[in-house]
């Protein structure tokens, strides 16, 4: 009887799915113009990132065959940890086998259950994810009211004077495209004596000296206590990062699981994203930036989007009129996703069009031309 019982719930979970639009699907092959994906500076195809990760396949191989501690060193996870760690501003970085996977680990790692995490209330499902693992109390904020911030940080401290306080927030937001008031965030943390971990899965690449991200653009690299990254977005290939102290890290390798108990980073991936971060922080990663500003500029001045960096939301209210609005573009050959609940509020679903530097002048206006003729959003 109880073998029955999965599928019957699986099976109202779909049908509850369907009737609210949400049913996800792998869709079309990636044949069409896309606005869909995360590699900002068009790197993931860049000779140079190909040959370094073929060459690095040659010499080690598919695999790293095991966690880190275990397989032992390997030049090319060294070489990208000290690269990265330049880059950012730090003493060390430590890399984990997927962005996703990063917070699961650092986060349990350095809060438990006698502290508190803030975290803002839109932020990406992994950093809810890590929240949770820690077993500390969660308590959330919106990531540009920080009134709300000094009042939960308020009393935070007058519940719990003695358990740490670890706030957690992104730099640049995955589906609203804005940056956090980060000037203002660090202001309270050091007010409350809070430590903060700044996700930069988006900011990496695109801003900043060398495209060090957001923080290192109003130089306060030195204010934020874990940088995190990811490899899997403007640095074309995948995995995760934290860049911080010498002894956080060394704490991290220790205590972290996500990093302990996993396969490590495929050593010609890890290769593949020192080539691309060689070229971020060159005059070559400059053009390429320039090139993103002059695409974002285009569609900014197209659509009147409010938003200054590469990811830019069309609201269109309802599950049902974001999957219309897609499938009208899917036909007009754009890849263009529909952003529906869970990911965002009830009423917020939307089109999330994500701009990159390999688009051309023509691209854009091919994808204007396209969002001019959407049907209408309830
Ligand atoms: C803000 C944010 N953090 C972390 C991640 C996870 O990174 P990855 O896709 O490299 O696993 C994502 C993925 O979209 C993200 O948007």
Redesign the pocket.
Known sequence: MKSDSFLAEIETRHSTRRKDHRQRSLGNPLTQLSFSD?DYLGLSTHPEVIGAAQRSLEKYGTSARAARLLAGPCPEHNELESALASWKGTERALLFA??????LGVIPALVGPADTILLERE?????FDGAKLSGARLRLFSRQDMSELKTVLDSTQKLNPQGKVLIVA?S????DGDFAPLEEIIRLKKEAGAWLLL?E??AGGICGPQGAGRAAQLGLIDSVDLQ?G????ALGS???FIASQNRIIDHLLNEARTFLFGTALSPAVARAALSALTIIRSPDGETLRDTLQKNITQFRSAHASSQLGPIHSILRGSNSSANAASQHLQQQGLTVPAIRTPTVPEGAARLRVSLSARHTTHDIQQLTNALHTLPPRD
Do not use: F, I, R, W
């Not at 997927?98 to 917070?103: E, F, R, V």
């Not at 990811?230 to 977005?233: I, N, V, W």
């Open positions: 995360n997927s962005g996703y996977l990063t917070p932020a990406h499902a992994c950093l992104e640049l937001h995955s589906m996700d899965a988006h995190m990811t490899l899997g977005k995948s995995g995760g």
